[in-house]
């Protein structure tokens, strides 16, 4: 499938650091780094594929020196790699990961976005797996699971920033996107755009006091400025994923416009254009993107700001795409995409309030009023029923707010009626602003979290109990 590479031996997977996260109170604005000259040749990560429905690995977690951006650093591994490999499956398949951690003091895997199953030995997130023990994952993925483009990374609960800033975090791929666009499109090249960002200390990839305004390093696949190679006219299937721990990505394309076909792992029932493309923390998009005329532009992020009390984002080039070649006559996009989700006509089940709030100091953070208690249950909700929530944010930064096992329809903005062409399981909520979500519950039970994907600010207690019952 163009240029990714397929790997189907089975592979190590995982490395933690004992670190603590701190919070985000608010950072000076960072000096914007100099321009990264144009790199190699951009690498998609290696793959492990399923195949008659099975995915089995070994996934290791250590901390080692290897390659980050072009230089040896400490850093936390999954398989020995700061870019570990991309799990590909298929709706319906089982996966058998044998996770073995050489870390202290714990860790544990999350399936970010997928719909699975919240219980062990699936996507619980509640376990520890300590140092020198090994768990034994097992998943098994409904025919009806969605298409498109998701991660994997440590949800250790209170140093889940430091492991996934560390280097915890890798792409997963649902395959079937593919079976919605036009025949002339089905064989088309597919790259992986894994954001990924790292701040340094000494000779290995910071995981102490981070600041999240602080400077950082950004990149593609773990390289600095990569090349990325497409022909006059031809339809590339760029998967861009937001795999940092803390901050966020206003993409652009110079010259190009995104084709929107998915966005956190859900097809859209319509297509739709866009210059630029917000990425808050943990956000995926699927993209197509045609080569323009011969010649060179860069993706880019733009300035940002999170709000007053948040952290002001430079400007940086991510990659460079040279368009050279062999002209391709061009395909017309397509327009209508995939088969509509939509809860709006549901009978709902309740109504609630979820708040978003934190201390003046920006060093504590509350769902509800109260920090994350892993004893604790906070919402509970009926399986095969709907619900609406108000997502309130009472601070004056922005949040990106993440349900875990089910996917939500997000209806309105600040009371403007929004209309996304997909469900979907991250949505940016803007400071002293409000959200209004709907969530359907399906297949399965137990106890789940919501939480602010600002891991950061999920370590610090802005993370609550969902327990989902018959």
């Known amino acids: 499938m163009g240029s990714r590479p397929t790997c189907r031996a089975a592979v190590t997977l995982l490395a933690l650091a004992t670190a603590l996260s701190s919070c985000s109170a608010p950072s000076p604005k960072p000096a914007v780094?100099?321009?990264?000259?144009p790199g190699a040749r951009l690498k998609d990560p290696p793959e492990l594929v399923s195949h008659n429905g099975l995915l089995r690995a070994r996934l290791v977690v250590q901390r080692r020196k290897v390659d980050v951006a072009g230089r040896k650093r400490w850093a936390l591994?999954?398989?020995?790699?700061?870019?570990?490999?991309?799990?590909?499956?298929?709706?319906?398949?089982?996966?058998?990961?044998?996770?073995?951690?050489?870390?202290?003091?714990?860790?544990?895997?999350?399936?970010?976005g997928l719909h699975v199953s919240p219980k062990a030995p699936a996507d619980n997130v509640?376990?520890?797996?300590?140092?020198?023990?090994?768990?034994?994952?097992?998943?098994?993925f409904p025919q009806a699971l969605k298409p498109g483009t998701y991660w994997y990374h440590s949800h250790a609960h209170p140093i889940s920033a430091p492991q996934v800033a560390g280097g915890l975090a890798g792409i997963i791929v649902v395959d079937g996107l593919q079976q919605y666009l036009p025949s002339a499109l089905r064989?088309?090249?597919?790259?992986?755009?894994?954001?990924?960002?790292?701040?340094?200390?000494?000779?290995?990839?910071?995981?102490?006091?981070?600041?999240?305004?602080?400077?950082?390093?950004?990149?593609?696949?773990?390289?600095?400025?990569?090349?990325?190679?497409?022909?006059?006219?031809?339809?590339?299937?760029?998967?861009?994923?937001?795999?940092?721990?803390?901050?966020y990505y206003k993409l652009r394309l110079r010259g190009y416009r995104f084709r929107v076909i998915g966005r956190d792992g859900f097809p859209v029932d319509r297509t739709f254009t866009r210059d630029t493309l917000l990425l808050a923390a943990a956000t995926r998009f699927d993209v197509l993107v045609t080569g323009g005329r011969p010649g060179r532009t860069v993706l880019e992020t733009l300035p940002y700001s999170t709000g007053p009390a948040g952290n002001q984002?430079?400007?940086?080039?991510?990659?460079?795409?040279v368009s050279s070649g062999k002209p391709v006559a061009r395909?017309?996009?397509?327009?209508?995409?995939?088969?509509?989700?939509?809860?709006?006509?549901?009978?709902?089940?309740?109504?609630?309030?979820?708040?978003?709030?934190?201390?003046?100091?920006?060093?504590?953070?509350?769902?509800?009023?109260?920090?994350?208690?892993?004893?604790?249950?906070?919402?509970?909700?009926?399986?095969?029923?709907?619900?609406?929530?108000?997502?309130?944010?009472?601070?004056?930064?922005?949040?990106?707010?993440?349900?875990?096992?089910?996917?939500?329809?997000?209806?309105?903005?600040?009371?403007?009626?929004?209309?996304?062409?997909?469900?979907?399981?991250?949505?940016?909520?803007?400071?002293?602003?409000?959200?209004?979500?709907?969530?359907?519950?399906?297949?399965?039970?137990?106890k789940t979290v919501l939480h602010c994907h600002i891991l950061n600010h999920e370590d610090e207690g802005m993370m609550a109990i969902l327990d989902i019952v018959k």
């Open 331 to 446: 395909v017309a996009m397509p327009t209508t995409f995939a088969p509509p989700e939509d809860l709006s006509h549901l009978p709902l089940a309740r109504r609630r309030t979820v708040v978003f709030s934190e201390n003046k100091a920006g060093t504590k953070f509350y769902i509800n009023g109260k920090q994350f208690d892993p004893h604790r249950v906070d919402l509970r909700s009926k399986l095969n029923t709907t619900e609406e929530w108000t997502v309130v944010n009472t601070s004056n930064e922005e949040h990106s707010f993440h349900t875990h096992t089910n996917h939500f329809q997000l209806m309105s903005i600040n009371g403007v009626p929004h209309h996304g062409h997909s469900l979907q399981d991250i949505a940016n909520v803007p400071a002293k602003g409000k959200l209004v979500i709907r969530i359907r519950f399906t297949n399965y039970t137990g």
């Open 77 to 112: 591994t999954y398989n020995d790699r700061y870019m570990p490999p991309t799990l590909r499956i298929r709706p319906g398949d089982k996966v058998e990961l044998d996770f073995v951690n050489r870390v202290r003091p714990h860790t544990n895997l999350h399936v970010h």
């Open 126 to 140: 509640l376990i520890h797996i300590g140092a020198g023990k090994t768990y034994h994952y097992r998943y098994r």
């Open 187 to 247: 064989h088309i090249t597919e790259h992986t755009i894994a954001l990924k960002d790292f701040q340094v200390q000494g000779d290995a990839v910071k995981t102490e006091g981070l600041k999240i305004g602080a400077p950082t390093h950004r990149t593609v696949n773990g390289q600095l400025n990569p090349t990325i190679h497409i022909r006059p006219g031809e339809v590339q299937l760029w998967r861009l994923a937001n795999i940092s721990a803390n901050i």
């Open 313 to 321: 984002f430079p400007r940086a080039k991510l990659a460079t795409l």
């Open 33 to 37: 780094r100099r321009e990264v000259a």
